[in-house]
C-alpha cells in the first residue's frame, strides 16, 4: 500500500501506513442508522460488521437515530461495540409525521387500497414517516450539522470484504456526491404518480438539470425527461455513502418540496430509494456517482459479491459467494448502469455483464 499527503492507507496485515502523528485524519463524516430499540441485537450485528471490516481502523462516530427515545439498554448494547464515539438522537415530530396539507381521510384509504392489494408496507404509515424523513429530513438533523459526508448502515446488514482506504476520503478526493453498491428495480404500483412529478418539477427547473447528467441510468431509450416514461431503477439507499451537501442544497430542498407538496409520500409509498436516485441522476454530474463495486453488501434479500478472483477472493479480501452476486439478477439495473456510464472514464472496477 502506498501513501498520500490526505489518505490514509493499511495493508492487508492490518498495519497502517499511517501519517506523521500515526493518526488517521478523518474527514468530517459519520455513520448514521435510524432504528428501533426493539432492533438492537440486529444493530449490533450491523455495527460489528462495519467495525470489523473498516472502522476498527478508522473510527468514524456513528449516530443513531429513532423517532422514539432510545433505550437505556440500546445504548448500552450498542455503545460498547463501536470504536468511535456514538451520539443518539431523537428525530423532531414534524419530520416524521404526515404535513397538514395531506388529506387523512384520503391517506387513509389509499392505505386501506395499498395493504389489499399486498403492496409490500402498502398499509404501513410508519414505513411511509421512514421513507419521507430519508428523502427530506435527516440531513437537517441537528446532529448531522458538523458533517460532510454520511454512510448510512441498516440493522442485519452484512459486509464481506476488508475495506483498505477511507471511502470518505475517496469521496472527497475524487469530487463524489452519492456512492451505492446495490440497483435494483422498484415496484411500480409504490411510485405510480413520482415521474410525473419529477417531469414537471424538471420543466419548472430547466436550471436544475445536470448537463451531464445520468438521466440514462432512469429512463430507457436516451429519451429526455419529458418524452421518456421512468423505468423503476434505482440505487437501493439501505446503503449510501453521501454528500450531505448534496441533500441541502437548494435544487435538493426544491426537488423534496415539489414531492411533498403532493403528498405522495403518504396517497402513494414513496421510496426514499428512487427518490434519492432520481435527484441525483437528474441534478448531478453523472462523474459525481459512484459504485462502491468493491464493498460486498448484503440487505436480505439481496448480495452484491465483487467477481473478479483475483482481486477480491484469492487475496482473502471478500468472503462473499460470487454466485450469489444480485447484479445479474434480471431485477439487477447493472445493465441500465453500464449503459449509462458507457465505456470510458470508469474508475470504478465494473466487469463487463455477458
Ligand atoms: P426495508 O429495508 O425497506 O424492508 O425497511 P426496514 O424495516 O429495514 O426500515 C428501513 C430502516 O428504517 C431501518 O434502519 C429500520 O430500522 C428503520 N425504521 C423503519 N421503521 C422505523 C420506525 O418506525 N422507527 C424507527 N426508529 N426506525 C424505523
Ligand atoms: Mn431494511
Redesign the pocket.
Known sequence: AGTRATSQVYDTTDEFVAMADGQPQLEKATFI?????S?VH??RSSIRYVEDRFNKNFHYPWLF????PFSQEFIRMTRVLVSGNATYGQ?PKEA?SMPDWVDRQKARECMKDMANRNI??GG?E??R???R??SGFFWRHELLANYDYYW?????TQLYCDLTYDPFTFMRENNKTYGFTINLLEFASTIESLWPTVQNFSSEHPEYIHQNNSLDFVVDDHKSITEGSYNNCHYWS?FEIASLKFFRSQPYRDFFDALDQTGGFYYERW?D?PVHSLAVSIMLDKEEIHWFYDIGYR??PFTHCPEPREEFHDSGKCYCNPRQNFDRNPYSCTKQYQRMRGDSGSPEHVPRMS
Open positions: 442508522m435510524l432504528v428501533r430499540n432492533e440486529d444493530a437515530l429513532n423517532d422514539r428525530i416524521w409490500l408496507y404501513s410508519s414505513y414517516h421512514m421513507c424523513f430519508f448510512r448502515v441498516e440493522p442485519n439501505n421510496g430509494a440487505h436480505h
